[in-house]
Antibody, heavy 121, light 111 residues
């Protein structure tokens, strides 16, 4: 059974940094692309960043490009999101999501339960 | 611009059927979509991938009550024999070159 468990969320001041992690199990992690998707309170879903199975290719939404960096450690079955220069509008629950193939397409067939990031002074 | 449009809300009675609609923007009628369910206070759950020809592939454990169909730029999710646990938000999603788009979601109320 695929399991995705996010961690690392919390309260951070505007301009600050935070690093999220997603521990994956139940599948061959390196064989599948992964993404981060967020949901602001009471709002819909917004894709944030994606990465291929090998980690060679990454993709970012315009709203986070240059501030957020997605990465993965296939030896530890872990996906990460380094978030810098955080803004109030980055406040959201952040979900880890799995693609059904190695090459990133942005189509998700499994989701984690999410971790809340609050950006506030 | 790739956009998905969903009605904000829908309702149907327990045991009845409901058909939710997701509309692709002009020029994108060949795109596939994925449907996801989000129950209150939970993470999303993948339901199915739905192609433009109506063929669909469901996620593991998704009941037969959930089905998909397509017509032109419209992508439909039909839920039959509605149960109380089907009360949730339903999002459609599509993807293009280096881009992912979500619809705004439909909040389904089971009466």
């Amino acid at each position: 059974e695929v399991q995705l468990l996010e961690s690392g969320g919390g309260l951070v001041q505007p301009g600050g940094s935070l690093r999220l992690s997603c521990a994956a199990s139940g599948f061959t992690f390196s064989s599948y692309a992964m993404s981060w998707v967020r949901q602001a309170p009471g709002k819909g879903l917004e894709w944030v960043s994606g990465i291929s199975g090998s980690g060679d290719s990454t993709y970012d939404a315009d709203s986070v490009r240059g501030r957020f960096t997605i990465s993965r450690d296939n030896s530890k079955n872990t996906l990460s999101l380094q978030m810098n220069s955080l803004r109030a509008e980055d406040t959201a629950v952040y979900y880890c999501a799995k693609d059904p193939v190695e090459q990133w397409r942005g189509y998700f067939d499994s989701w984690g339960q999410g971790t809340l990031v609050t950006v506030s002074s | 611009q790739l956009v998905l449009t969903q009605s904000p809300s829908a309702s149907a009675s327990l045991g009845a059927s409901v058909k939710l609609t997701c509309t692709l923007s002009s020029g994108h009628s060949s795109y596939a979509v994925a449907w996801h369910q989000q129950q209150p206070e939970k993470g999303p759950r993948y339901l199915m991938k739905l192609n433009s020809d109506g063929r669909h592939s469901k996620g593991d454990g998704i009941p037969d009550r959930f089905s998909g169909s397509s017509s032109g730029a419209e992508r439909y999710l039909t839920i039959s024999s509605l149960q109380s646990e089907d009360e949730a938000d339903y999002f459609c999603q599509t993807w293009g070159t280096d881009i992912v788009v979500f619809g705004g979601g439909t909040k389904l109320t089971v009466l």
